[in-house]
């Protein structure tokens, strides 16, 4: 193997492909290089629940026969990419577990549209990784494979659910990952773990294959070190599927316009954001620091009010739970799913099965369904829930009246160790900036900007854009990269050497 192969999990996209196109290194030299490195790296760290080499080598035998007859441009936009998938995504040929008990050998029968649209568009397909179980967590500490580590501090929990995506983004495993997002599940561990994380609009990306939470809430994106490597594959698994009826017809560039600069565009900032409890002094830190940069290099910086957003977190834990509980239901231990033996019954059987599959967190949520769609209750609390979540978007759309982008902390603080939270109400609360635009719709994002003054510890901001105007949150995270410079790969697993 050359030793630019060897760096290779190192490079964006765009230094693959011109290492390809140079014949300096093969496709299969890059999955190889690629799954030598996850093989010495994330024995520390757990991002990876399945490694899937047999597919990553033929995905690099596709792209090396095209480019011996000149055909690389045909490869795609992602050609040469390793990317790997949270495993709540459905990819022929792996497990798709969600990280349960429950869906523990279940074999994907097909794709989820996010990953063929991925591998369609040239990406080395690396295997499937951890999250909390079904999505229900804010710190991977869910999953019943056990833990995903931070790169930055192992002590330390990587945020959740697609912690494993971020973590194996973080630590240099691969350049490239797909995660979702039902309340921040992209956004928190891409501040967590100090890389791009782009949760685009509600429709932009398919849901067809991905397994439900919240089906009015769930919505795929990438993570990457670098805007620019996070708009590449933006672009690659957007776009309308007739296999959701959510999906949108999307054909906007992701990467046009990330060189304009942010001369004229009006930033907002949420005063009540900024001032909220919990919010640790690092993190408003470099929250002010952001817009300060953007201000120096020619936005305007505008206050902007969401009157509701307090909201959001009680009508979010409601809406989500309601939905869950609808979707959990197909887990039934007769169709597929995880059956506990020795009963005569299908009664008995079913509840048993459903008691054993499911973790203490996905129980916990069902049952908070069950009883929010129970007669006499959903009245009180589901209906008054849907109302908010208008009154929400409602405030959005008032807001980008008057600014093209705003700018918020991601998570109220730095990443936090191992069992340091065990009260699922102050879990929730890692949320509390990102939950308000899966219930508007809105696109965000998490762009790191540097070290927690304190801790020393990655820190995001979030960028939200109007409805399909994603394009305008990218922009401006790649004014600010320009000045701070994009990911690095956590300094305990910089060293290419490493393997």
């Known amino acids: 193997m050359s030793v630019q192969a060897k760096e290779s999990p190192f490079m964006n996209v765009a230094q693959i492909q011109a290492g390809l196109a140079a014949k300096s290194f093969s496709a299969h030299e890059v999955a190889a290089a690629t799954l030598a490195r996850i093989a ?7 991002a990876f629940l399945e490694v899937t080499e047999q597919l990553a080598f033929e995905q690099a035998a596709r792209i090396d026969a095209a480019i011996a007859c000149g055909r690389l441009d045909e490869c795609g936009p992602l050609a040469g990419a390793p990317m790997a998938f949270k495993d709540n995504m459905n990819q ?3 497990h798709t577990t969600c990280s349960s008990r429950m869906l523990e050998n279940y074999l994907s029968p097909y794709d989820a549209t996010c990953v063929a649209k991925a591998i ?3 990406a080395i397909p690396m295997g499937k990784l951890n999250m909390d179980e079904f999505a229900f967590g804010s710190s991977t500490e869910t999953s019943c494979f056990g833990p995903t580590r931070n790169p930055w501090d192992l002590g330390r929990v990587p945020g959740g659910s697609s912690g494993g995506s971020a973590a194996a983004v973080a630590a240099g495993m691969v350049p490239l990952a797909l995660g979702s997002d039902t309340g921040g599940s992209i956004r928190q561990p891409g501040s967590f773990c100090g890389v791009v994380a782009v949760k685009p609009s509600y429709g932009v990306v398919s849901r067809y294959g991905v397994v439900a939470f919240g089906s009015s809430l769930d919505q795929v994106g990438p993570f990457a070190r670098s805007v620019e490597d996070a708009a590449r594959a933006l672009n690659a698994i ?10 949108q017809h999307v054909t906007t560039d992701f990467t046009a316009n990330l060189s304009e600069g942010v001369k004229g565009t009006r930033i907002g900032i949420v005063p009540a954001f900024m001032g909220a409890q919990g919010l640790e002094s690092e993190v408003r830190e470099k929250v002010e620091e952001a817009a300060l940069l953007l201000e120096a290099a020619g936005a305007h910086i505008v206050e902007v009010d969401l009157p509701h957003a307090a909201a959001a977190m009680s009508a ?15 887990f039934d231990s007769v169709r597929y799913g995880y059956c506990d033996p020795g009963h005569k019954d299908l009664g008995t059987q079913y509840e048993a099965s459903r008691a054993q599959g499911f973790g203490p967190e996905a129980r916990r949520r069902i049952m908070l369904g069950s009883y929010l769609l129970s007669a006499g209750v959903y009245d009180t609390y589901y209906y008054p829930a849907q109302q908010v979540r208008t009154l929400i978007t409602q405030d959005y759309t008032q807001a980008f009246r008057n600014v093209d982008c705003i700018l918020t902390p991601v998570a109220p603080r730095t990443a936090f160790k191992f069992g340091e939270i065990s009260d699922p109400t102050s879990m929730y609360l890692s949320d509390m900036f990102t939950i308000s635009i899966n219930i508007a719709g809105n696109g965000g994002m998490s762009l790191p900007v540097g070290s927690g003054v304190q801790t020393g510890l990655p820190v995001g901001v979030q960028l939200i854009a109007p409805q399909f ?17 994009k990911a690095a790969v956590a300094p305990a697993f910089a060293e290419g050497d490493a393997l």
């Open 469 to 485: 105007k994603d394009e305008n949150m990218l922009r401006v995270a790649a004014a600010l990269e320009a000045v701070l410079g």
């Open 40 to 46: 010495a790296i994330d024995p520390s760290i757990h």
């Open 238 to 247: 957007s776009g309308h599927d007739p296999l959701d009826c959510t999906s």
């Open 316 to 330: 979010y834990y409601v809406l989500g739970p309601c939905e869950a509980f609808s979707n959990l239901a197909r």
């Open 120 to 122: 369609a568009a040239g």
């Open 92 to 94: 022929k040929g792996t």
